[in-house]
Each structure stands twice: as structure tokens, then as C-alpha cells.
């Protein structure tokens, strides 16, 4: 009955894809680290983000999926919100319930309640999520697949048919009086099988020893031919007091009733006490006194299995579903808080085909956003990858925005193919199979290489592992030698890239390698390079990017004109001073 069909709210029905793990310090370089801290409070939470995020996949059909599911709870807040209960109530039954506990404590009937209150409330979570999944407001297809997945698990489980079962097996423990079991006996009264005749609101009455005797024995129609219990039966508590073997109890009345107190004891076992250890019956008062106390703990245990495998159809399978839809949850929580807060965020549209497509407008940086008090400072870029412009060479001033521009592109990627909405005006992609970035590296880490030794090095790793369908962020590589000695290596790692058709943005100071753009595109065997860079409106930064070449030396001019060190300035106004 227990299985897994392997439906996922992060990937459709019957798909295959692969997945490539974002390398460790991507996240970190591309600033989405500050994104997952802020989805929750819950440490586990964050890393499930994180790890979502980091599995990365070109497919397509994944990437609108996901999407198409979170659109559909970023606009139900009460979808949310109910969710999130049942999630809670899952978790807690999880934790708390006896369903899935084992003990070597024989089981009782108290159990066998308890478990019936529990599978009734398991029963009520699978009913509330398959009818908050009926809102007609839903439009993914992932959510109307869950919803059919759970209608065919509450089917499976024959829960409907369950839940009125339990309806009118529904008997409060406390209100469990008495227990009547029949035991077989052999000619010398050994019990050969036992079984379970009623279970009884009311106790049964003492009566007499004598009339017992008398009743049971000295009247033949008292013999019955049948062990279905008529009500007509006597009844004698058995104690230590009294001394009395079981087997006088057997051969007054040819049955065994065992009294219990499950209202005084949440266990129920039986109250029968073994006789004196020198009574004749000794032997089989032991052998009866166990197999009565197993007998229940049997049939308890046997009931007990049958509805946790039922369940488990629905509540492991279900609950399994649990961290996916909280990704989602708290995703939407924090991306709709942002744009309450005036944050411009849409629908990413997934596209295939050639892998140098993307089209992005009024995209913006997401850690820079979520850390401004006023959004509307935020300055909006556009940037478009195709075959004329697969790798992007970026120059601008320190601290003119570079980095900001070249993360903001990786994280439209990150947020996408993990389905979310994205800082964007809008924004059209062929996904990418994985994303690299090599940024300059901690200074422990360059110990044994040198820094240009070390990036040298990390460049190679990562392009051999690049393709066409990936996206690779470079800022100020190379850079940590002299212009000339940079500047070679940078001029043939570009033409290996645009060779390979890689995707990429490489932020850097070497104004001459953004001149040489259109050289390298010639170069190439299809692939385009392009300058760009960060625009300046009067010597000031404006934080916007453009299609130019580098203006490194104009910028230069405009910051000495404003301060005044040209030649001309500082030369007149030293003669001016003297005069």
C-alpha cells in the first residue's frame, strides 16, 4: 500500500531533468545569500531555500511550471495561510503521534482508540487540503495536479469509507467497562485459542461461588452448543486473596471473562492475577494469564499496523510535499512584502532554443533593493544576450555600479528557473544549464598560487565545465597584475569564450579590452562581444548601462576638470597665484 509516485510541486509528472549544483560561493557572489536570510526565521527553512535556489536546470518546462505554481499562492494569501495550518497540524501529528511509535508495552484498547481519534484527525488534513486546492481561482497546472494527486490517495486509502467506519466505531475509552474473551480449552482445561467476544459498556456483577458451581455445572442446558456470548453469564473477580486457580474459574462456567479499568488505567490491561505458586494450577494460570494479556496486545497491534499503512498513503506521501510548498510560501511572503514596499518584480517567461537568448528590461539589483529604505532610488537597467552580444565586456568608474549591474543578471537567472517572480520589468530567458562566477578570491586562499596563479586556475575549472547553455559572471579578473600581463590573458580567455559561446558579463578596468570588442567579434566564429558600460551624465555617476565604447578616458578628463587638475588648470592657477 506504502508508495511514492514521485510527484513534486518543483518539477512536472513524469519529467527527467538534470540538475547542476550552483558551486558553493555562487550564491554568496551573486548576493542571494541576503534573499534566503530574509525568507525566515527558521534556520532550516533558509538552507531548503538555498538549496532549491542551487539546483539549477535548463529545462523549460520546469522553469514555467514552478512559476505557474508560485504565481497561483503569491495571489491566494488565504491559500497561504490554510496551507501553512495543515502544515502545522501535519508536523505536529508527525511528532507527537503514536501512529508511527512502537513499545514493548502490550497494547490495549485504549491504543486502538487513540489511533482511531488520531487517523479521524489525519482523515480531516487530507479533506481541508483537497478542498482549499479546489479554489476556482487556481490556474497552474501543478496545483490541479496535487489536487487530483490527493483525491487518488484519499481514494487509495479508502478513507471515506474509513471515516464512517470510525464514526460508528467511536466508543470513549472511559466508557469501556469490561472485556468478555472466549478461551478454547483441551480436555485438561490448557488453552488452545482465544478470541475477543465483546467489549461492554457496563462491568459485570459479582455473584455467588456456589450458585456459579451450581448454575454451570449442575444444569446441562448451561452447556451451550455455541460460544457466542447471550448475555447470561456470572461473573468472578479473580484476586489474590481469594486464592482461587484460573482452572476453577474454567470448570465453573467453561468460559473466562477478564474485567478492565481503562478509564483508571490508559494502558487496559487485564486485571486477571496470577494464583498462589502452590495451587495445583499454577502452570495454567501462567499460560492463561499470558496469552489473555497478549491476546489483546495482538489484536490491537494488528489493527494498528492496518490503519498506519493506511495512512501513511496519504499523511507520509503527503507530508512529503510539505518542504516544496513552504519554499514557495515564504518566498511569496517576502517577495510580496517587497513589492508592497514598491519593489518592481513580474513573470519571468522561459523560453527554448539557442542558449544565448535573454531579454531583460528595467532589471535591478535585489540585495541593493532590499536594503534601501526608498525604492525609488533603485536605477532600472535593460541588457539583451543573443549572437552579437554573448559576451558583454563592462567598464566604468570605481564604484560605479559594475558589480551591482553583473549580479543583478545572475540573480534573474537564480530566481527564474526556481519558479519565483523577479526583479524585472519583464524578462524573457533560455535557462541556463548552471552559473559561474569568479570574483577575486580571499587572500588565504592565493597562499601557494599567487593571486594571478590562483585565478588562472579557477578560470580553467570553470571554463571547462561552461557550455553555451550557461551564464558566467566575471569581475575584475585578471586584474591583480600589471595592465600588460592582465590584459593578455583577459584578451584570450575572451576569444576562448565567444569560441564556446558562452554567456557572459566581464566587469572590468581594462578599458582596452572593451576597444577591442568589435576586433574579437571578427575574430569569432559567430559569437559577438560588446561594450558596455556604466554612463556618466556630467561627471557623476548615473548607475545606467549602454552600448559605447569605454569612456575611461572622458570620465578621467571630466573628474580632473571638476577638481581641477588638468594641466592647463593647475599651471594657470599656480601663475594666477603668483601674480
Known amino acids: 500500500m506504502e508508495r511514492n509516485t514521485g510527484f513534486s510541486l518543483l518539477q512536472p509528472a513524469g519529467t527527467d531533468p538534470v540538475y547542476r549544483r550552483l558551486p558553493d560561493h555562487v550564491m554568496h557572489d551573486l548576493g542571494l545569500e541576503t534573499f534566503c536570510e530574509a525568507v525566515s526565521d527558521d534556520a532550516g527553512e533558509r538552507r531548503l531555500t538555498a538549496n532549491i535556489l542551487s539546483q539549477i536546470t535548463d529545462d523549460a518546462d520546469v ?15 488565504e491559500l497561504r495561510k490554510t496551507m501553512t495550518e495543515l502544515f502545522g497540524r501535519i508536523q505536529f501529528m508527525k511528532d507527537f503521534s503514536t501512529m508511527h511509535k512502537t513499545s514493548d508495552e502490550e497494547l490495549g484498547l485504549w491504543h486502538l482508540f487513540h489511533r482511531l481519534d488520531e487517523l479521524s484527525d489525519y482523515i480531516g488534513t487530507v479533506e481541508t487540503m483537497r478542498d482549499c486546492l479546489s479554489d476556482e481561482r487556481i490556474q497552474s497546472q501543478g496545483l490541479k495536479d496535487l489536487r487530483s494527486y490527493i483525491d487518488s490517495l484519499y481514494s ?19 466508557e469501556v467497562q469490561s472485556v468478555t474473551l472466549g478461551i478454547n480449552v483441551n480436555e485438561r482445561f490448557e488453552a488452545v485459542s482465544i478470541g475477543l467476544v465483546s467489549v461492554n459498556r457496563k462491568p459485570f456483577r459479582k455473584s455467588g461461588i456456589v450458585s456459579n458451581f451450581a448454575d454451570a455445572l449442575a444444569a446441562r442446558d448451561k452447556l451451550r452448543d455455541t460460544a457466542d456470548w447471550d448475555g447470561d453469564m456470572h461473573y468472578q473477580l479473580i484476586d489474590s486473596e481469594e486464592k482461587r486457580g484460573v482452572t476453577d474459574h ?6 473466562f471473562v477478564v474485567q478492565s479499568s481503562f478509564a483508571a488505567k490508559a494502558g487496559a490491561m487485564s486485571t486477571m492475577m496470577n494464583t498462589a505458586a502452590d495451587s495445583a494450577a499454577a502452570g495454567s494460570t501462567s499460560y492463561l494469564d499470558t496469552a489473555v494479556n497478549k491476546m489483546l496486545g495482538s489484536l490491537v497491534k494488528k489493527l494498528r499496523d492496518t490503519l498506519t499503512r493506511y495512512a ?10 510539505v ?25 519571468a517567461q522561459p523560453e527554448t532554443g539557442s542558449g544565448t537568448s535573454m531579454s531583460a528590461k528595467g532589471f535591478y539589483n535585489l540585495k541593493l533593493a532590499m536594503n534601501m529604505e526608498n525604492v525609488g532610488d533603485i536605477v532600472p537597467n535593460d541588457l539583451t544576450f543573443d549572437r552579437e552580444h554573448t559576451v558583454y565586456i563592462l567598464t566604468g568608474a570605481n564604484r560605479g555600479g559594475k558589480t551591482t549591474v553583473t549580479q543583478a543578471a545572475g540573480q534573474l537567472f537564480v530566481l527564474a528557473q526556481g ?6 520589468e519583464s524578462f524573457r530567458y533560455i535557462p541556463c544549464d548552471c552559473i559561474y562566477t569568479h570574483f577575486p578570491a580571499d587572500e588565504d586562499k592565493t597562499m601557494d598560487l599567487g593571486r594571478l596563479g590562483e585565478e588562472c586556475v579557477r578560470f580553467r575549472e570553470i571554463f571547462s565545465l561552461s557550455t553555451d547553455r550557461s551564464l558566467l559572471l566575471l569581475n575584475e579578473t585578471f586584474s591583480t597584475t600589471s595592465f600588460e600581463e592582465g590584459y593578455y590573458i583577459a584578451r584570450d580567455s575572451v576569444k576562448a569564450l565567444l569560441t564556446k559561446g558562452v554567456r557572459t558579463i566581464y566587469n572590468t578596468h581594462m578599458h582596452k579590452l572593451g576597444e577591442d570588442a568589435g576586433e574579437l567579434t571578427r575574430e569569432s566564429a559567430g559569437a559577438g562581444a560588446a561594450s558596455l558600460i556604466m554612463r556618466t551624465e556630467d561627471g557623476k555617476r548615473s548607475f545606467r548601462v549602454a552600448l559605447a565604447q569605454p569612456e575611461g578616458s572622458s570620465y578621467a578628463k571630466d573628474i580632473a576638470e571638476k577638481y581641477g587638475v588638468t594641466y592647463d588648470m593647475l599651471v594657470g592657477g599656480a601663475g594666477t597665484d603668483k601674480e
Request: hydrophobic residues 50%; positive net charge.
Open 312 to 321: 501513511n498513503v496519504a499523511i507520509v506521501n503527503v507530508s512529503g510535499l
Open 63 to 77: 522553469a514555467a511550471y514552478r512559476r505557474q505554481i508560485f504565481a497561483d499562492i503569491i495571489r491566494l494569501p
Open 323 to 347: 518542504p516544496e510548498f513552504i519554499y514557495y510560501i515564504r518566498c511569496a511572503e517576502l517577495i510580496g512584502g517587497l513589492m508592497k514596499k514598491g519593489c518592481v518584480f513580474c513573470e
Open 156 to 174: 487509495e486509502a479508502y478513507f471515506a469509507e474509513m471515516k464512517e467506519d470510525i464514526a460508528a466505531l467511536k466508543v470513549k475509552a472511559s
Open 250 to 255: 474454567i470448570n465453573d462456567t467453561g468460559k
Open 419 to 424: 519558479g519565483l517572480f523577479v526583479p524585472a
